[in-house]
């Protein structure tokens, strides 16, 4: 098995497809080209198309059982999409995005965070909504559209994409080459990175930083004894090392979210990415959290 760029294992190619044989052309004249190649490179190929959307979830869950064997798939989607979900040609049913993720969670657990995921379905890119932090990410990097995607598009750069892939074994440099900015891309590391800058900017610097210090002291006031005067200075002090985020805190969050992978950064980098940060509450359109969550 080989590593492909930051740390994701690949060595099958698990291709779903689901569309008339009007269209199916396209599909056609890539795998003309990939499937060969693939054999070269002693990737694993499968190609799969579904009969209905249950067949399709009892796909994903069958992957699962493959991946607890050592299965560490990139899994490209191959059907028309909608904003709803993925369609399903034979029944013309809809699996949602919601249901889609919820597979690919447990399938890239069992993976231990090495499933990738290019959707050239129109509106893959939708599948990112159902994605929390507080949950194990559900691909180690997905690429897909928020709008339509064209054949033209697919047909030029397809072939490209995977071997680059697979000659230079690095799936972000290729996506970089050859998808963006046509499809966007969910990588979990940045995606954890971009989080937790985020959540640092709004709860530690600015108004929501200097809130929390005070209802900290405040806290802290009243649990002091009758006539017991407060040393605000220390307590300030305290209080503001308190609000300061840690390495624990990344770490905790990176287990569950990265499934165990390594973080490539530590809670210093974050710091200083939320330092550039703009107050994300500053402009009124959001409603600020409240200070006492935090004490």
Not at 72 to 81: E, F, K, S, V
Not at 177 to 186: A, D, E, F, G, W
């Amino acid at each position: 098995m080989t590593t492909y760029g930051s740390e994701v294992q690949i060595n099958m190619v698990v291709w779903i497809t689901s569309l008339n044989e009007s269209e199916y052309g396209t599909t056609r004249y890539l795998l003309e080209d990939l499937e060969p190649y693939f054999k070269s490179k002693n990737v694993g190929f499968l190609e799969f198309q579904p009969k209905s959307t249950d067949d399709l979830m009892m796909f994903f869950d069958v992957l699962a059982e493959k991946a607890e064997e050592g299965l560490r798939p990139i899994i490209h989607i191959d059907t028309h999409g909608s904003p709803d979900g993925l369609i399903v040609e034979p029944t013309g049913e809809t699996a949602s995005w919601e249901e889609i993720v919820e597979k690919f969670r447990i399938l890239n657990t069992a993976a231990k965070n090495n499933v990738c995921m290019i959707s050239m379905a129109c509106f893959g890119f939708n599948q990112i909504t159902p994605v929390k932090i507080m949950s194990p990410t559900p691909f180690y990097l997905m690429a897909g559209s928020t709008e339509e995607v064209y054949v033209r598009f697919i047909r030029e750069v397809t072939v490209d994409f995977y071997k680059h892939v697979f000659d230079e074994r690095d799936i972000v440099s290729a996506y970089e080459t050859y998808l963006s900015p046509q499809l966007r891309v969910l990588h979990c590391e940045k995606v954890l990175f971009t989080a937790m800058a985020g959540y640092v900017r709004a709860g530690t610097y600015g108004a929501l930083g200097r809130q929390r210090v005070e209802d900290l002291i405040t806290a802290a006031i009243s649990t002091l004894p009758e006539g017991v005067e407060p040393d605000l200075k220390q307590m300030r002090k305290i209080a503001k090392e308190g609000i300061k985020p840690k390495q624990e805190l990344l770490d905790r969050m990176a287990a569950t979210f990265l499934i165990g992978k390594p973080v490539p950064y530590n809670i210093d980098a974050i710091i200083e990415q939320a330092k550039k940060m703009p107050d994300p509450y500053a402009d009124g359109k959001r409603t600020r959290p409240s200070p006492l969550n935090h004490v």
